[in-house]
């Protein structure tokens, strides 16, 4: 009787070896046939505008490598250091284009693509735009001014399409959606560009035309002064009157009276 509980027991053995051993070949057959991954660069925190990102802010995330993304970082010393240009949320993975150039610095100059400058602009009149000015704003940028040509003052439209980057000292649009009544927006310009706007700035008043964000097409500008303005109103009817000069002459008639000895004469029209 002991020795059939014997063999049970051996038998029972080696069946449980046998399957673990298949189970375990079956994983690890399973493992080397698994999709390969890759790890990009996920921040650990929300991070502002502007933000200089810290080695403890960021880390790794797994993904597909049969899907890779474009501008990601596969190492955290490619993105430590440098500044955010727009909002990162926790956990949202760091793409090249979110991020300033190394040695960029922080704050506005994030913000300026290479090769372009960034103008501010003073205006006294800018509150007739103000309540739609944000940035990212896309505007033409006008000056009234006179000239040493004519007395009279002329418009001229010195930059289109140019984006706003910043209102006042407001950088990013306001969550609430709310615009502040400012006299300075900093606009994003070529270097020619700059320097005709700065140079408009010293001659007369700045002015910005608000434009369609998705609007980016240049039009033919001419300068505009009063005379195009009064070309515009309708001329008023002048009255057909004849000169004095051309009226017929009217005829005299002379009435001659004799009183007593006395002749005398009257003329009438």
């Given at each position: 009787?002991?020795?059939?509980?014997?063999?049970?027991?051996?038998?029972?053995?080696?069946?449980?070896?046998?399957?673990?051993?298949?189970?375990?070949?079956?994983?690890?057959?399973?493992?080397?046939?698994?999709?390969?991954?890759?790890?990009?660069?996920?921040?650990?925190?929300?991070?502002?505008?502007?933000?200089?990102?810290?080695?403890?802010?960021?880390?790794?995330?797994?993904?597909?490598?049969?899907?890779?993304?474009?501008?990601?970082?596969?190492?955290?010393?490619?993105?430590?250091?440098?500044?955010?240009?727009?909002?990162?949320?926790?956990?949202?993975?760091?793409?090249?284009?979110?991020?300033?150039?190394?040695?960029?610095?922080?704050?506005?100059?994030?913000?300026?693509?290479?090769?372009?400058?960034?103008?501010?602009?003073?205006?006294?009149?800018?509150?007739?735009?103000?309540?739609?000015?944000?940035?990212?704003?896309?505007?033409?940028?006008?000056?009234?001014?006179?000239?040493?040509?004519?007395?009279?003052?002329?418009?001229?439209?010195?930059?289109?399409?140019?984006?706003?980057?910043?209102?006042?000292?407001?950088?990013?649009?306001?969550?609430?959606?709310?615009?502040?009544?400012?006299?300075?927006?900093?606009?994003?310009?070529?270097?020619?560009?700059?320097?005709?706007?700065?140079?408009?700035?010293?001659?007369?008043?700045?002015?910005?035309?608000?434009?369609?964000?998705?609007?980016?097409?240049?039009?033919?500008?001419?300068?505009?002064?009063?005379?195009?303005?009064?070309?515009?109103?309708?001329?008023?009817?002048?009255?057909?009157?004849?000169?004095?000069?051309?009226?017929?002459?009217?005829?005299?008639?002379?009435?001659?009276?004799?009183?007593?000895?006395?002749p005398s004469s009257v003329a009438f029209n």
């Open positions: 009787m002991s020795s059939r509980l014997i063999i049970a027991f051996v038998v029972a053995l080696v069946i449980s070896g046998g399957c673990t051993l298949w189970l375990g070949r079956k994983i690890s057959h399973g493992r080397q046939h698994s999709q390969p991954v890759v790890r990009y660069v996920v921040a650990t925190k929300s991070l502002d505008p502007g933000e200089v990102i810290k080695p403890e802010e960021v880390s790794y995330m797994e993904w597909p490598a049969a899907k890779p993304i474009e501008g990601a970082f596969t190492k955290t010393e490619d993105a430590v250091g440098r500044s955010t240009i727009y909002p990162v949320d926790k956990g949202q993975m760091l793409l090249g284009k979110y991020l300033a150039a190394p040695g960029a610095g922080i704050g506005l100059t994030t913000k300026i693509d290479e090769g372009m400058r960034a103008v501010a602009l003073r205006s006294d009149d800018v509150v007739g735009v103000a309540g739609f000015l944000f940035p990212g704003s896309r505007v033409d940028v006008l000056v009234t001014y006179r000239s040493s040509q004519s007395p009279e003052p002329e418009t001229v439209t010195v930059v289109q399409d140019a984006q706003v980057l910043a209102v006042g000292h407001q950088v990013q649009p306001n969550p609430d959606g709310k615009a502040a009544s400012v006299n300075v927006v900093t606009v994003l310009a070529k270097p020619e560009d700059a320097q005709k706007l700065v140079l408009a700035s010293t001659q007369g008043s700045i002015y910005f035309m608000l434009r369609n964000g998705g609007d980016h097409q240049q039009t033919a500008s001419t300068p505009v002064d009063l005379r195009d303005i009064s070309k515009s109103r309708p001329e008023k009817p002048v009255a057909n009157h004849k000169p004095i000069s051309s009226r017929p002459k009217s005829t005299a008639y002379i009435v001659e009276t004799l009183a007593g000895d006395k």
